[in-house]
């Protein structure tokens, strides 16, 4: 099997043998880097070579902590190491690392570092522009506050058919054909959210408050002007954000909408409720494309040998040297992730597959993030492999949408192959008006400083209603519709972010229209994009995989019409 070269870096200015212990490791060098004189541009090069070497081997150390950490929770000396990085050694680092940002942007030599540098020196522009010394307190409070939602729905559990289950499993039940038992779900989960509701609100009061506060002692009118600097969002504006919300709102609902008259029609149901929306039609069994993670890897790497051998490739060399972490189990932490190694520079995936077909997608798209990691490793310098989220969600996305075709490793009944395309399509039709409610939600939060508990209940369900298709019959449980924002964990812990996934996942659809007529050139462009990391603007990089950096109306709605006859294509043989 052909591959990628994945050289491992060679250190020049840290010894061979250098581990990070604690801080007093690390003093030497954070010393030196501080002190030492840059004469000319050729000093500065090697200076930032320097650096890149040091943040790439503190990056792989607290990769593995946080690998290890998430693979067994109740290790204590895991646990203990994870802990003393954030409590000892990060707030160091922060302090240095804007010593260092304001040394780079006052050296006479910057200006001619020439264009791979554009990206990472307007975003370290930015952050010294952005520091305040009084922000850094706020900052700490936030970050504990953020960590008590966690800590408030995390403990929530249900009873459902005399099983205690958190509100993930619980919400398993929801895909059943037996319209009973979905129902006692849903009422279960509802009443366990409904328990926690007014102190959800007090926390996001604080939330609010501190943002707000953290916004104008840096200089800006409100939290919104604020923290589209500091995510670094200088290719979009929320002028921009409110197109996609329009876009959305008019091209991609009518889809949602056939969606559900479609559910609506196979569960022979005179109107839906919020109960039916996930369920699987009667007769019809939630797929099981493996039972074992083994069978998961082995069918995996047929799949995307069938998409391009070298994705194959990358996923084969993570398993021959055991950097993939599958099944689920017990003292391991939820979720999963791919971890890119610094210096290394074989990526590590983290999951918790248990036998349903989501477990095949997750995996497919945590491969898409450790193809981007292994293609932008070769770049000289670790800022330039730090991408933003809107192109390394683009190539996780894509990855799972180039996968599709080839699905039959899977599955082998063609009932069974459908049902996995149509599931895919419709989590992509129905997640993006999400999306944007989400997105649109924050935009008023945060531009109505002040607001009160019942003015965010009354914006929240307008903007609820611009993004809903009026076809699931909430009676009796309009109450709880009112807080359902507060399942989203991005609100409380980070902030406006979230609408990268739908500008990625709108890429992605067209990165799927370009494979569907030229597999070959779409792969090419695809790979040319992703190597490149952060030495060019969002712009840019899209321009190089092939596709429009574009969320206005007139684009949504091409790329809606391409989701259409896909969909009718499916909904054909059903």
């Given at each position: 099997?052909?591959?990628?070269v994945?050289?491992p870096?060679?250190?020049?200015y840290?010894?061979?043998?250098?581990?990070?212990?604690g801080?007093?490791?690390?003093q030497?060098?954070?010393?030196?880097?501080?002190t030492?004189?840059?004469?000319?541009?050729?000093?500065l090069?090697?200076?930032?070579?320097?650096l890149?070497?040091?943040?790439?081997?503190?990056?792989?150390?607290?990769?593995?902590?946080?690998?290890?950490?998430?693979?067994d929770?109740?290790?204590?000396?895991?646990?203990a190491?994870?802990q003393?990085?954030?409590?000892?050694?990060?707030p160091v680092?922060?302090?240095?690392?804007q010593?260092f940002?304001q040394?780079i942007?006052?050296?006479?030599?910057?200006?001619?570092?020439?264009?791979t540098?554009f990206?990472?020196?307007?975003?370290?522009r930015?952050?010294v522009?952005?520091?305040?010394?009084e922000?850094?307190?706020?900052?700490?409070?936030?970050?504990?506050?953020?960590r008590?939602?966690?800590?408030?729905?995390?403990?929530?559990t249900v009873?459902v058919?005399?099983q205690?289950?958190?509100?993930?499993q619980?919400?398993?039940?929801?895909?059943?054909?037996?319209?009973?038992?979905?129902?006692?779900?849903?009422i279960?989960i509802?009443n366990?959210?409904?328990?926690?509701q007014q102190?959800?609100?007090?926390l996001?009061?604080?939330?609010?408050?501190?943002?707000h506060?953290?916004?104008?002692?840096?200089?800006?009118p409100?939290?919104?002007?604020?923290?589209?600097r500091?995510?670094?969002?200088?290719?979009?504006?929320?002028a921009?954000?409110?197109?996609?919300?329009?876009?959305?709102?008019r091209?991609i609902?009518?889809?949602v909408?056939?969606?559900?008259?479609?559910?609506?029609?196979?569960?022979g149901?005179?109107a839906?409720?919020?109960?039916?929306t996930d369920?699987m039609?009667?007769?019809v069994?939630?797929?099981?494309p493996?039972?074992?993670a083994?069978?998961?890897?082995?069918?995996?790497l047929?799949?995307?040998?069938?998409?391009?051998?070298?994705?194959?490739?990358?996923?084969?060399?993570m398993?021959r040297?055991?950097h993939?972490?599958?099944e689920?189990?017990?003292?391991?932490?939820?979720?999963?992730?791919?971890?890119?190694l610094?210096?290394?520079?074989l990526?590590f995936?983290?999951?918790?597959?248990?036998g349903?077909?989501?477990d095949v997608?997750?995996?497919?798209?945590?491969?898409?993030?450790?193809?981007h990691?292994?293609?932008?490793?070769?770049l000289?310098?670790q800022?330039?492999?730090?991408y933003?989220?809107e192109?390394?969600?683009?190539a996780?996305?894509?990855?799972?949408?180039?996968?599709?075709?080839?699905?039959?490793?899977?599955?082998?009944?063609?009932?069974?192959l459908?049902?996995?395309?149509?599931q895919?399509?419709?989590?992509?039709?129905?997640l993006?008006?999400?999306?944007?409610t989400?997105?649109?939600?924050?935009?008023?939060?945060y531009?109505h400083?002040g607001?009160s508990?019942?003015?965010r209940?009354?914006?929240?369900?307008?903007v609820l209603d611009?993004?809903?298709?009026?076809?699931v019959?909430?009676?009796?449980?309009?109450h709880?519709r009112?807080?359902?924002?507060?399942?989203?964990?991005?609100l409380?812990?980070v902030?406006?972010?979230y609408?990268e996934?739908?500008?990625a996942?709108?890429?992605?659809?067209?990165?799927?229209?370009?494979?569907?007529?030229d597999?070959?050139?779409?792969?090419?462009?695809?790979?040319?994009?992703?190597?490149?990391?952060?030495?060019?603007?969002?712009?840019?990089l899209?321009?190089?995989?092939g596709?429009?950096f574009?969320?206005?109306?007139?684009?949504?709605?091409s790329?809606?019409?391409?989701?259409?006859?896909e969909?009718?294509?499916?909904?054909?043989?059903?």
């Amino acid at each position: 099997m052909e591959g990628f070269v994945i050289q491992p870096l060679v250190r020049h200015y840290l010894p061979a043998d250098f581990q990070l212990q604690g801080l007093s490791s690390l003093q030497p060098y954070l010393q030196e880097l501080e002190t030492r004189p840059i004469p000319d541009l050729e000093a500065l090069h090697r200076w930032l070579a320097d650096l890149s070497e040091l943040e790439a081997a503190v990056d792989e150390d607290i990769s593995w902590r946080q690998i290890r950490v998430s693979q067994d929770t109740s290790h204590q000396a895991y646990a203990a190491a994870y802990q003393q990085f954030y409590r000892e050694i990060a707030p160091v680092l922060q302090q240095y690392a804007q010593r260092f940002r304001q040394k780079i942007i006052s050296c006479p030599f910057t200006d001619q570092l020439g264009a791979t540098y554009f990206p990472f020196l307007r975003q370290t522009r930015n952050a010294v522009a952005l520091f305040r010394e009084e922000n850094i307190p706020l900052q700490n409070e936030l970050a504990l506050l953020q960590r008590k939602y966690g800590q408030i729905t995390g403990s929530l559990t249900v009873v459902v058919q005399g099983q205690e289950l958190t509100l993930p499993q619980a919400a398993r039940f929801l895909e059943q054909s037996d319209r009973n038992l979905r129902e006692e779900a849903f009422i279960r989960i509802a009443n366990a959210r409904l328990s926690i509701q007014q102190e959800l609100d007090e926390l996001f009061d604080q939330l609010l408050e501190k943002r707000h506060q953290m916004a104008q002692q840096a200089g800006y009118p409100d939290y919104r002007a604020y923290r589209f600097r500091e995510l670094n969002r200088f290719d979009y504006t929320p002028a921009d954000c409110e197109a996609f919300h329009e876009a959305i709102s008019r091209y991609i609902l009518p889809l949602v909408a056939r969606v559900q008259e479609k559910k609506q029609t196979e569960l022979g149901l005179s109107a839906l409720q919020p109960w039916d929306t996930d369920a699987m039609p009667p007769g019809v069994e939630p797929l099981r494309p493996f039972t074992q993670a083994e069978e998961l890897v082995q069918k995996t790497l047929a799949c995307l040998e069938r998409v391009d051998p070298r994705f194959a490739w990358v996923l084969a060399e993570m398993h021959r040297q055991g950097h993939l972490d599958l099944e689920s189990r017990k003292h391991k932490a939820p979720g999963g992730f791919n971890c890119a190694l610094a210096e290394k520079g074989l990526p590590f995936i983290f999951m918790n597959a248990s036998g349903q077909w989501q477990d095949v997608v997750t995996l497919i798209h945590e491969t898409g993030h450790a193809v981007h990691a292994v293609l932008a490793h070769s770049l000289p310098l670790q800022a330039f492999k730090e991408y933003p989220m809107e192109i390394a969600e683009l190539a996780s996305m894509s990855m799972e949408l180039f996968s599709m075709h080839a699905w039959e490793v899977y599955v082998h009944h063609p009932e069974e192959l459908r049902l996995a395309r149509r599931q895919q399509l419709e989590r992509i039709i129905t997640l993006l008006p999400w999306i944007a409610t989400i997105d649109a939600f924050q935009h008023w939060l945060y531009t109505h400083p002040g607001h009160s508990r019942e003015a965010r209940r009354q914006a929240w369900l307008q903007v609820l209603d611009r993004f809903s298709t009026g076809k699931v019959d909430w009676s009796g449980w309009e109450h709880y519709r009112a807080i359902s924002w507060q399942k989203q964990l991005h609100l409380f812990e980070v902030p406006f972010y979230y609408i990268e996934y739908g500008i990625a996942q709108l890429g992605a659809v067209a990165l799927r229209r370009a494979f569907t007529r030229d597999p070959q050139q779409t792969l090419q462009r695809y790979m040319q994009a992703l190597q490149l990391g952060n030495t060019r603007t969002l712009p840019e990089l899209y321009r190089e995989a092939g596709i429009a950096f574009d969320f206005s109306p007139e684009y949504v709605r091409s790329l809606a019409g391409f989701l259409e006859t896909e969909l009718e294509e499916i909904y054909a043989h059903h």
